[in-house]
């Protein structure tokens, strides 16, 4: 068949990625349920719709996994049940709505959890800390999305029209690209274990006392911000609620209200805000000689490109507009 030259090339970097994951020392489970997710779209490319209905409980499993506080339950099982059920209706057009649904609800509710998850993450490490989110699940999903969307239309195509090389060519190469993104960031991803539990135990606010107890409100909260601030404790890259809480030898559930009480913010909010006073402060004292890379690890940032989205958010012009602007009223 005309369409199956098409998936010869995306299919190998599939098969690529897919072995080059599994082979790592360890697999996670977000990232082994990605891998079977793989798996069935590259399974759908040669064998049809049927894999397809199997490609995205998967990464339902994935997502589940990444963001969740208590992971894979025993009733998650349950979301490959329809797909079960549909298989002798496969290419078929009952199967294909519910295959459009299926997308549709599980990209949906993959967003909402992502998004939870992110902002409950916020309370607990500062933004900057990129490799934390669940943003790359999300992107993961979006490209697979449109791989197996696309696999289907191609599949449905009658092959006048994929008999055309100029065709076959530009489809390849679009599978291929997307394939190839799935694959290096599922590689690329980073497991944190517990970490999930660890955010949803704090936003559901359990307290959990230190040997010293709890800071009393109407004589410490203002004095231990204070000590952040002056000290300049925000300057660590590696800087979290937890580690925050050690330091001012209170617990972190309290350290998280008491910034949110005093400061109006979330504890990334806080730690992003003091990292962009201090970067300013070096531009005032060094002038145009700043090289904004350095000042910004300086002032806390281990990633870059954080720093930027961080001060462009807050100062609404990037830090490279600033320092200009700046220097030019000097």
Known sequence: ????????????????????IFLQKEVDKARLFIIFGMLMAL?????????????????????????????IGKWDSLVFLPSVLLIPYAGETLANVFLIIQIAVISIWSVLSVRKYNRQLAEVYD???EENTANDIGQILMFMIFTVITTVIIVMLPDFVTSSL???????????VLQFNVGILTFRMKDTPGLAAEI???????????????????????????????????????????????ILHTNRTYLSS??????????????NNLRINYFIEIVRNEGSSVNIKDAAMRAGYS????????????????????????????
């Open 43 to 71: 399974l759908t490319m040669f064998f049809r719709e049927t894999f397809a209905l199997f490609t995205f409980p998967f990464f339902h499993l994935a997502v589940r996994e990444k963001t969740s506080a208590h992971g």
């Open 200 to 246: 949803a135990e704090i936003a559901a606010g359990e307290t959990l006392q230190n040997d010293g107890g709890m800071i009393s409100p109407a004589s410490g909260d203002e004095k231990l911000l204070a000590k952040v601030e002056s000290e300049n404790l925000y300057l660590d890259p590696t800087l979290s609620l937890v580690s925050l809480a050690e």
């Open 303 to 330: 990633n870059i490109q954080s720093f930027y989205r961080n001060f462009s958010d807050k100062m609404q012009m990037t830090p490279k507009t600033w320092v200009a602007n700046y220097t030019k009223q000097q």
């Open 258 to 271: 008491m910034i949110h009480s005093l400061r109006g913010v979330n504890f990334s909010d806080y730690i």
């Open 166 to 176: 100029l065709v076959r060519i530009i489809l390849a190469i679009f599978l291929s």
């Open 127 to 129: 933004s900057s800390v």
């Open 1 to 20: 068949m005309n369409e199956n030259v098409i998936f010869i090339l995306p299919a190998a970097i599939a098969l690529f990625w897919i072995l080059r």
